[in-house]
Every structure is written in structure tokens, then in C-alpha cells.
């Protein structure tokens, strides 16, 4: 468990679970490769993650990004702010992308698993995504409507 400042940069590897609670800074970025993170703190730097499980909480500001690819499963909560924008590559699991600010565009390419980005029938709240959203490869079609700078406001495939 990690509170304050913590960095330089972190690195999170499988078999490691690391929940980062408000108040905390992490500089310098922060990497996940398998490992299961819960994180609603400030992040100075992109987060990448390769593998593994990702829960963002309502806290949670990430100036640099979010780059994910073949997660295991993924939740990012209401009132998260990504400035940088959002790529999701090839989850292998489910996810969510409710209620959150991106800063940027949002990429969904290839993925595997049911993924809900955005209103629809769950109690999932639009997302406010000032670049494009685009989806392209998705099995099944990433579900949700959302609120979007350019182009559509929804995935199509």
C-alpha cells in the first residue's frame, strides 16, 4: 500500500497486487506488466500496462496517459481524469470506462472481451472525451455512448 510521494517511477510485475490511496503523487510513470493495481492518486507520467488488472478510483489523475494492453480486466471509475488520452489493445478480459474525463483521444483496437466505454444499460455514466473515439477490431462491439470532440460517440467497429 502506498500514500505520499512516490517515484521516481514504479513498476508493478505479475504476482505483485499494490493499492496506491489518496493522497499520493507517483513521478516519474508508472508500469504494470500482470501484476493488480488499484490506484486513486495523481500519476505524473503514463501508465502502461501489459497484462493484468487495473482499477482506477474516482481520485485517480493521470497526466501522461493510459496505455493498456492484453488486461486481464480493467474498471475506471466516475470522475478520473486522463490527460493524454486512452488506448485499450487486445484486452483479454472485461472492462469499464464510466463517467471519466480523457483529455485526448480514445483508441480501442482488438479486443477480446465485453467492454463498456460510456452510457448504456448499465449504470455506467457517459465519458467526456475531448479528441476522437475510435474502435476498430473489437469482438463484441464496445458498448456505450458518450460525449465526444470529433466524430462518433460511440463504438461502431
Known sequence: M???TIGPHVTVSAGQTCNFISPCTIHGGLTITGG???????VDGTVT????????????LLHGGLQMSQAMSFNISPNVEIDGGLQINAAAG??????THV???????????????GAGPTTCSANTITGQLQCTGNHPTPSGSNTVGGGSNHCTN
Request: aromatic share 2%; glycine share 18%.
Open 103 to 117: 483529455n485526448g483521444d480514445v483508441s480501442m483496437q482488438n479486443n477480446k472481451a465485453a467492454i463498456q466505454i
Open 2 to 4: 502506498g500514500s505520499g
Open 49 to 60: 500496462m501489459t497484462g493484468g488488472s487495473l482499477n482506477l478510483g474516482p481520485s485517480a
Open 36 to 42: 493488480i493495481v488499484f490506484l486513486d492518486c495523481t
Open 94 to 99: 472485461p472492462g469499464t470506462v464510466c463517467g
